[in-house]
């Protein structure tokens, strides 16, 4: 007798979803998530395979969140698991659009093995904006210097 098709349900505590970190992921399942953590802040955290298949969609998702007003846009990568050359198109364009706007692009996660292999490869290890620290003391950073010289009430 054949066993019954599994499919992977996202996993929830009662009926509130777990956050992606604590989930068993997929292997080199694709994932983009984007929040506002902040006014003008954008947060996009990518994750599993970023290739020919889903650069489209991980383009498509910047582009579309990068039209409103921005002034920060933090690209979290420390869970992508292949970048191949679609994805590193996807990084050049979106420091060229967040240029263009004028806002300022800081992409996270670049040490970890898939990324920084395939950045090295394709010469670009130096050219991109990377930061060395979690996703969330950027954000949080930018938004203290925003703050700076208002006023607290």
């Known amino acids: 007798m054949a066993s019954p098709e599994t499919r992977s349900a ?3 505590q009662g009926a509130i979803p777990v956050p992606r970190s604590t989930q068993a992921p997929d292997a080199g399942a694709f994932t983009v998530d984007v929040s506002q953590p902040a ?51 996807v990084l050049v364009e979106t420091q060229q659009a967040a240029a263009r706007r004028g806002a300022a692009l800081r992409i996270t996660g670049t040490g970890a093995r898939p990324v920084e292999r395939a950045l090295r490869a394709a010469g670009m290890l130096h050219s991109l904006p990377a930061a060395d ?10 938004v203290a210097e925003q703050n700076v010289g208002r006023a607290p009430w």
Do not use: C, N, Q
């Open 10 to 12: 996202p996993v929830t």
């Open 39 to 89: 006014p003008h802040t954008l947060l996009v955290e990518v994750g599993g395979d970023v290739d020919l298949a889903t650069a489209p969609e991980l383009s498509a998702v910047i582009g579309h969140r990068l039209r409103g007003p921005v002034t920060l846009l933090v690209l979290d990568l420390s869970e992508v698991t292949f970048l191949g050359t679609a994805g590193l198109t």
């Open 133 to 142: 620290e979690p996703a969330e003391d950027i954000v949080l950073r930018h």
